[in-house]
Nanobody
């Protein structure tokens, strides 16, 4: 099992940047595939990006491609989400998620077993 804790959220103006962190508790955290999702007001939780545990390959939703970057630091048991050129449409609670054994395409909520509590990102115009 792994516990996930997100941090780094806050309020920024449009065009600004934030870096979110997701810290995993497991000693084997580096073996987990990690995804970031977000849920805006009145919306369903949606996929943002993911990073593979083995080769660190990444994949992004079209809505964030070129603006967001996912990375991981094995020594710190941390996955980062660097967000730039933020717009009000990016306002949401951001969640990191983890799965040990690959299944599905890892762009769906059901593809992950463990979730953090979320961190709020608010972008004002």
């Amino acid at each position: 099992q792994v516990q996930l804790v997100e941090s780094g959220g806050g309020a920024v103006q449009a065009g600004g940047s934030l870096r979110l962190s997701c810290v995993g508790s497991a000693r084997t955290f580096s073996a987990y595939h990690i995804g970031w999702f977000r849920q805006g007001p009145g919306k369903e939780r949606e996929f943002v990006t993911r990073i593979n545990a083995i080769d660190r390959s990444t994949y992004y939703a079209d809505s964030v491609k070129g603006r967001f970057t996912i990375s991981r630091d094995g020594a710190k048991n941390t996955v980062y989400l660097q967000m730039t050129s933020l717009s009000p449409e990016d306002t949401a609670v951001y969640y990191c998620a983890a799965v040990r054994v690959l299944r599905g395409t890892r762009v769906n909520v059901k593809d992950y077993d463990y979730w953090g509590q979320g961190t709020q990102v608010t972008v004002s115009s």
